[in-house]
């Protein structure tokens, strides 16, 4: 339970401050299939927008929370300044690309009135009706045209479900409104007292059609199933493979008692039809509720609809001081008083965070009693900080000797190289040299050379036609076509001048 909420992570990019630019790289993966893009790559994309290396920032974010992963394709490049562009490579992961689909439908339609797409649930009966009385034939059904059937029968009926949940959604946003006007009562009276009675009409006729099709072809469906994965696996096969897939709607027997738990009562808890009838009993109420509330406001009650709008006119009109003492004079709320006191240093709280939200300041003790800063007794001594010195230098050494690993592996990796795959250590120790003999080559050069005496390594290039030197790292593979690489222990003077 705790790994699958793990997976909830990847919706943190939607509500951070800067989403806007975490949805506009989003956007640039989901638009092409089997996007394969790096940091420059999105920065060209995104019309400079954004600098490359906040793009870069990003996506490591991005990659963290599961919305995106590294690309595992070998990196071709045919000089250092091409290598460094086009490295670090990602792709969409399948959570992140259904989360960024989920987040444009909400920005595009979340405060939308959705139509019930009614006319499908006589496709639903109809279709439920045909497949029934094939599968009852001797011989049974083809088990092609059986998944045909299948498939259009689920992607109507998800289609009519999904829009019946949005639309009593909305009426449910609406409907209990305590601030309707006459105009908008009369405009949600008209959409409930026709278009809601037109859906449960439409239910209360398919209903018992779509209950007695399912009851018929209930017996038979293991069998029908079972038949229709013995023609056209799908992807069952992967299964073998422990990869979780999620099967097309109903290819499995869960999918027909969703199915029949919308029409039928198996539990005691209600259908949906029945919360159907519920749900629009409900929404009648609450408009008997409205239309109450608008009788008491006509004949003198306690709505203060009128006064307030006047209010708010006066708000409109008025500039800020006058707005000011307009506010205290309505509402009796006068402004705060705020104590400014400087923050911790290890807390970073946005700007736009509330007071009421946000962490408490902790005021020292000699502030609130004599309230001065001015600091009693003997001045401290310095700070003794031979602790962090050791530390640091406890750090320092233990880089020194991951160098010096790093380096033995390169020299111990210089006959065989194209052999094996190097540590993250020796992947970056190579890099380095690498960068440091082409900085120091002439742009047509026949060969380059960058050591590091402390570390005891060289690393030469040797240009050499039809040659195409490869290193496996960690990170990928690096391909240098046209290259020889010759690594080895550097020349130490001493050295030299004994020879």
Do not use: C
């Not at 991005?62 to 990602?90: D, F, M, Q």
């Not at 278009?195 to 009409?201: L, R």
């Not at 307009?326 to 736009?352: E, I, N, W």
């Amino acid at each position: 339970m705790e790994g699958d909420l793990e997976r909830l992570t990847a919706y943190t990019y939607l509500t951070v401050p800067d989403r806007a630019a975490y949805i506009a790289i989003m956007r640039v993966f989901t638009s092409t299939l089997l996007a394969d893009l790096s940091a420059h790559d999105l920065a060209d994309r995104l019309d400079d927008r954004f600098p490359v290396e906040t793009v870069a920032a990003k996506l490591d974010a991005l990659t963290t929370w599961g919305n995106l992963i590294p690309s595992s394709r070998p990196v071709k490049a045919g000089s250092i300044r091409e290598y460094h562009r086009v490295r670090s490579r990602y792709q969409l992961s399948a959570l992140g690309e259904r989360i960024q689909r989920q987040a444009d439908e909400i920005l595009v339609n979340a405060d939308a009135a959705r139509e019930v797409s009614r006319e499908l649930l006589a496709l639903v009966a109809r279709g439920l009706a045909e497949l029934e009385e094939s599968s009852g034939r001797p011989g049974g059904i083809d088990p092609r045209e059986a998944l045909d059937r299948v498939s259009t029968l689920f992607a109507q009926f998800g289609q009519f479900a999904d829009s019946v949940r949005d639309f009593y959604a909305y009426l449910g946003q609406v409907i209990f409104r305590y601030d309707l006007d006459g105009a908008e009562f009369t405009g949600f009276k008209e959409l409930l007292l026709d278009y809601a009675e037109t859906i449960t009409d439409e239910v209360a006729l398919f209903a018992p059609q779509i209950e007695a099709s399912i009851q018929g072809l209930w017996p038979r469906l293991p069998a029908l199933l079972r038949s229709i994965d013995a023609t056209d696996q799908g992807l069952a096969a992967l299964q073998d493979a422990d990869v979780r897939i999620q099967r097309s709607r109903g290819r499995e027997l869960d999918d027909w008692a969703g199915l029949r738990a919308w029409f039928f009562d198996d539990t005691g808890q209600g259908s949906q039809v029945d919360q159907l009838r519920d749900a629009t009993l409900r929404a009648l109420q609450a408009l008997l509720a409205n239309a109450k509330r608008m009788i008491r406001s006509a004949g003198g009650g306690l709505s203060r609809r009128r006064d307030l709008i006047r209010l708010a006119q006066w708000f409109d009109r008025a500039d800020d001081a006058t707005a000011h003492d307009l506010f205290v004079a309505a509402f009796g709320l006068y402004g705060a008083r705020h104590l400014g006191v400087a923050p911790d240093t290890d807390q970073d709280v946005p700007a736009t965070t509330s007071w009421w939200d946000g962490p408490a300041a902790r005021v020292p003790v000699a502030l609130k009693e004599r309230g001065s800063r001015a600091p009693r007794g003997r001045t401290a001594g310095p700070e003794d900080y031979g602790d962090q010195r050791a530390r640091l230098r406890e750090q320092a050494e233990e880089e020194a000797h991951r160098q010096r690993a790093a380096a033995a592996e390169l020299r111990a990796a210089g006959p065989r190289l194209g052999d094996v795959r190097l540590s993250g250590s020796a992947t970056r120790l190579f890099l380095d040299l690498l960068a440091r003999s082409l900085a120091a080559a002439p742009p047509r050069f026949d060969d380059a050379e960058a050591s590091d005496d402390d570390l005891d390594v060289r690393l030469s290039l040797i240009r050499t036609a039809g040659a195409a030197a490869v290193i496996h790292g960690v990170d990928g593979d690096l391909v240098l076509d046209g290259l020889r690489v010759d690594l080895g222990a550097a020349a130490r003077p001493d050295m030299e001048a004994a020879g």
